[in-house]
């Protein structure tokens, strides 16, 4: 397994040089006490934790992975006494709500953080991650007393949450869903059913888990229009807040998996167990998508963290590893061979894999910075940043989950057999990744929420926002060695919006074209923000390049202008791809009868 460096470096100059997050912090009064000092000295105490203790655990936690019995799922080992860490230092509770424990800081500190843990372990990362959504759930939906009964110890990583939506017979259409909830006198919900793939949904990590449960209230209307959203806790909790009996839901088993060996994917009975109300009847999709946006949000981390890690094993491999000579010479002459990293095809996946893991940091950052301007912003700012983060969320989630995986099975290719092989941790690396392409929505169906509802469905709207304030970007003055790539912004901007207004024009005729259209879009859309955010690091690391005062950094940002370079000119161009395909239509993926599909087997 890769031994793993955390990017402080590169989470400050994102921070502090990219997005300007000190004049921002500076200017909200919830955030006016988070000093730059403050922001290092986390980031420095989180990259600590996790490269020590967090790190350490991947490899063998993919190796032993969990353990069911009817008493219920243990960790593999270190798991928990991590964890306990984790609370112990305050890490959960650093972006969360002071009213309820937390400490109030900017949610970019916790996406900073998500990320640092998710690198080091993703599988042992997501037992505090699904925390995160279901805090924000109770947070905006639930009621006084639920959020003084389950809050506080939510925030301080006591307890942990989950989210409770898939069915054995259905998965992204949870109109479909049979889990049944019954009235019971007392105010309460008795919840009947079964639920699958809960990630984190049963361990022996902390004493409570909190379930966010979806389900249909008797004599509700069928499909979507009847889904309500309960709490359900493991233990059920008494009115001064102690545990009292254990409530009826049981872990029935674990998933055997691919990959992320180390999180329990639990089966979860729900056998009449007690739950309570979030938010009005039926209303309970509304509200569940604040937590599954929360986690949409979280899955992109995950691609961001796979390329992280795999670029770090396969650079320190690349420039170990001797194998042939240089096509321009030997680079390496007293030694037998030169290293693998002089030869131009081991270099276009090195910096695929570290322009889609800076790149996507940037990107990833500046949506957290939306979430805290959501959070602490005037009602303008608020508003806008809404509408931003609705457009790019699905973006994010899938396609850098999509480049995540990518730059994982270049990780594989760059160790050529070795990387095949289970010791050097790049097959891992492989197997965790894959699934950040499926849950909380797949590469398709994010597809078919921002082409639907965010672009279609507001009439183009949320992306002409966006556009506005890349248009605002590419107008301002520059430095003569990023301008190049700023103009390609540019064009690419007016490309973004003509091609939309196409796919919409013919989806009107035939509703078909948006669908076979979207993830191409999606994926074309995706280069062209990824765009925006490497001509903003290659302005910014070409104006600082000028100041003697970032003297000591000269390397490091020359490095940001060679990569972008390296984007704009190898990995921006498959956008032109994207938009043929979208120009090819509906028809050659629709025109073959059902059963003609059979006709070669």
Request: proline share 4%; charged share 20%; hydrophobic share 40%.
């Amino acid at each position: 397994m890769p031994s793993y460096k955390a990017p402080t470096k590169d989470l400050r100059f994102v921070l502090h040089d990219v997005l300007k997050v000190d004049e921002l912090y500076a200017s909200l009064p919830a955030f006016e006490d988070v000093s730059p000092d403050l922001i290092d000295a986390i980031i420095e105490q989180g990259a600590k934790f996790c490269e020590d203790v967090v790190a350490p655990l991947n490899e063998s936690g993919d190796e032993e992975g969990c353990h069911w019995s009817a008493e219920g799922v243990t960790t593999p080992a270190g798991f928990a006494d991590a964890y306990q860490q984790y609370v112990a230092g305050g890490w959960p509770a650093l972006a969360a709500d002071p009213e309820h424990g937390g400490q109030g800081m900017p949610n970019a500190l916790g996406l900073c953080m998500n990320e640092l843990t998710g690198t080091a372990n993703w599988a042992w990362s997501m037992y505090p991650g699904l925390s995160h959504g279901a805090i924000k759930t109770l947070e905006e939906h639930g009621s006084d007393e639920q959020k003084e009964r389950y809050l506080t110890r939510l925030v301080s990583g006591e307890w942990t949450g989950t989210m409770c939506l898939t069915e054995p017979h259905c998965g992204t259409d949870l109109g479909l869903l049979r889990t049944k909830a019954i009235r019971n006198s007392d105010g309460s919900f008795s919840l009947h059913g079964t639920k699958i793939f809960i990630s984190a949904g049963e361990h022996d990590m902390a004493e409570n888990i909190v379930h966010i449960v979806i389900a249909r209230i008797e004599g509700a209307p069928e499909g979507t229009k009847g889904i309500s959203l309960f709490v359900v806790p493991k233990v059920n909790v008494n009115e001064d807040g102690t545990l009292g009996e254990r409530n009826a839901v049981h872990c029935a088993s674990i998933e055997s998996k691919m990959g992320i060996k180390g999180s329990a994917t639990c089966v979860m009975n729900f056998d009449g167990a007690r739950g309570y109300l979030i938010g009005p009847e039926n209303r309970g999709l509304n509200c569940m998508f604040t937590f599954m946006n929360a986690a949409r949000l979280g899955t992109a981390v995950q691609g961001l963290c796979h390329a992280e890690l795999a670029y770090q094993g396969a650079f320190n491999y690349a420039r170990e590893r001797l194998a042939m000579r240089s096509l321009t010479g030997p680079k390496n002459p007293d030694g037998p061979a030169d290293p693998i990293l002089v030869h131009p095809d081991v270099r276009r996946m090195l910096l695929t894999q570290r322009a889609i893991a800076e790149g996507s940091r940037a990107f990833l950052l500046y949506l957290a910075v939306q979430g805290d301007l959501i959070r602490a912003g005037t009602e303008e700012q608020a508003k806008q940043a809404d509408n931003l983060m609705a457009l790019l969320t699905p973006i994010a989630k899938a396609f850098v989950t999509e480049l995540g995986f990518e730059a994982a099975n270049h990780g594989v290719q760059v160790l050529g057999g070795h990387g095949y092989i289970r010791e050097w941790g790049m097959e891992q690396i492989v197997r965790d990744a894959r699934i950040a392409l499926l849950y909380e929505g797949t590469t398709g169906v994010q597809a078919m929420d921002l082409i639907g509802r965010k672009i279609l469905g507001s009439g183009g709207k949320l992306l002409m926002d966006f556009t506005a304030q890349v248009d605002a970007f590419c107008q301002q003055e520059h430095p003569a060695a990023a301008q190049a790539w700023i103009d390609q912004v540019a064009q690419y901007k007016d490309e973004w919006l003509t091609l939309s207004l196409q796919i919409g024009e013919k989806a009107m005729s035939n509703a078909d074209e948006a669908g076979a259209a979207s993830v191409d879009y999606l994926m074309y859309s995706g280069y062209i923000v990824l765009a925006y955010f490497w001509a903003q690091i290659a302005s910014v690391a070409a104006q600082l390049l000028s100041d003697p005062s970032r003297s000591a950094d000269s390397d490091y940002l020359r490095a940001k202008l060679m990569t972008a370079e390296f984007y704009f000119k190898r990995l921006l161009p498959r956008a032109q791809g994207h938009r043929l395909a979208i120009e090819g239509g509906a028809e050659p993926l629709m025109q073959m009868p059902e059963e003609l599909f059979a006709v070669a087997q």
